[in-house]
């Protein structure tokens, strides 16, 4: 494969130092600020990363939050399902009878 180039390591104390060299902003900063003795290998690493860095993962959306999104008072249908389309597009694992539901109190709060 052209311009491709795959590196297997599986010496986990050199992965725990070559890794360090792809961070840039703040996980590089985080990183130049841990005493040099704080790493005791790529585990150690990957557990330190995960702690600092999990507050920093989006949540994965579910089917349920469709619920959140209906009608705005005074904007269209139209408005309104391109809206639930674009959220419904974001979902990983979406439930269609559950979108269903979502779409048709989406619409019901409004026009009740």
Same mark, same amino acid.
């Given at each position: ?29 985080? /990183? ?13 690493? /990957? ?66």
């Amino acid at each position: 494969m052209r311009g491709s180039l795959e590196l297997v390591i599986q010496d986990s104390d050199l992965i725990s130092k070559i890794l360090p060299t792809t961070f840039q902003g703040f996980a590089r900063s985080w /990183y130049n600020n841990l005493e040099p003795s704080f790493i005791k290998g790529f585990g150690n690493l /990957y557990a330190k990363l995960v702690a600092c860095f999990s507050t920093s993962i989006f949540a994965k959306k579910s089917s349920m939050n469709l619920f959140g999104v209906t009608q705005q008072e005074g904007k269209s249908t139209r408005v309104y399902l391109k809206r639930f389309n674009e959220e419904m597009l974001k979902m990983e694992e979406l439930l269609e009878l559950v979108a269903l539901e979502a779409l048709i109190r989406g619409v019901r709060d409004y026009a009740l």
